[in-house]
């Protein structure tokens, strides 16, 4: 009985199972030309690759910063230099001009000159009367006097720009040594070599003002001589004696 019972609930679970509906779980197969292969020569031909158009991209920059240092540099080279003495040069050369053109008497003219010696420093003229002759005598006097003077006010005025080229010249070199770029440098060096061009002229306007006074000096002391012997040549000549005459007295009382 037991035996029995076992057997047909055995039966009964089998038949169960076998009637049962069987769960299949699906298998996914990954296709071939989905699966990812690493391929390591692949792999540095392309880190490869990149490092070497990382370094182009690097060059560029670089050959594009120094293109703009090569840029500022140019800005540099052509700015101007932010400071001029032109014009205060100017100035001192013609305050000396204008002393030199206030020359008295015989100015710095060739012409005049000319005229001058031959009508007051020439050969005296035996024809000309003693009064004449000293007015010829006080003529040249002041021409040298004049001349002296005129040598004196062209030394204060040289003597007046010392101070102002010695500022200008301070400036300039200063400007020269902070100079951003060769224009700047170019353009300090210019005013420079102006500077020592109006000192140069100060320096002849002396000398000429110097040598002109000098020159009238000389000419006075050779005319002088000149005169002198004319005179003396008048006082030893015989004349006619002295001619006695009425004198009148008292207002003819």
């Given at each position: 009985m037991t035996r029995r019972l076992f057997r047909s609930r055995a039966v009964l679970l089998a038949a169960r199972i076998f009637a049962a509906p069987l769960a299949i779980t699906p298998i996914v197969v990954t296709p071939a030309h989905a699966l990812?292969?690493?391929?390591?020569?692949?792999?540095?031909?392309?880190?490869l690759t990149a490092a070497r158009a990382l370094q182009q991209i690097t060059n560029q920059i670089t050959s594009l910063?120094?293109?703009?240092?090569?840029?500022?540099?140019?800005?540099?080279?052509?700015?101007?230099?932010?400071?001029?003495?032109?014009?205060q040069i100017q100035q001192s050369v013609?305050?000396?001009?204008?002393?030199?053109?206030?020359?008295?008497?015989?100015?710095?003219?060739?012409?005049?000159?000319?005229?001058?010696?031959q009508q007051k420093y020439g050969s005296v003229s035996l024809s000309a009367t003693d009064q004449q002759l000293v007015a010829d005598a006080r003529s040249r006097w002041q021409n040298t006097v004049g001349?002296?003077?005129?040598?004196?006010?062209?030394?204060?005025?040289?003597?007046?720009?010392i101070d102002t080229n010695r500022t200008q010249m301070s400036t300039l070199v200063d400007q020269s040594q902070s100079a951003t770029g060769a224009l700047q440098a170019t353009q300090a060096g210019n005013q420079l070599l102006a500077l020592q061009s109006q000192q140069l002229s100060d320096l002849v306007a002396?000398?000429?003002?110097?040598?002109?006074?000098?020159?009238?000096?000389e000419a006075e002391r050779t005319a002088a001589a000149a005169q002198g012997r004319e005179q003396r040549r008048r006082f030893l000549t015989p004349g006619s004696g002295?001619?006695?005459?009425?004198?009148?007295?008292?207002?003819?009382n």
């Open positions: 990812i292969v690493f391929d390591p020569s692949n792999y540095a031909q392309n880190v910063q120094n293109q703009a240092q090569m840029l500022i540099n140019q800005a540099r080279n052509l700015a101007n230099l932010p400071f001029s003495a032109l014009q013609q305050r000396t001009q204008q002393l030199l053109q206030q020359a008295q008497n015989i100015a710095f003219n060739v012409q005049q000159i000319d005229q001058m010696f001349g002296l003077q005129d040598a004196m006010r062209v030394q204060a005025g040289v003597v007046g720009n002396l000398i000429s003002a110097n040598g002109r006074a000098g020159a009238l000096t002295y001619q006695p005459s009425n004198a009148q007295m008292f207002n003819g």
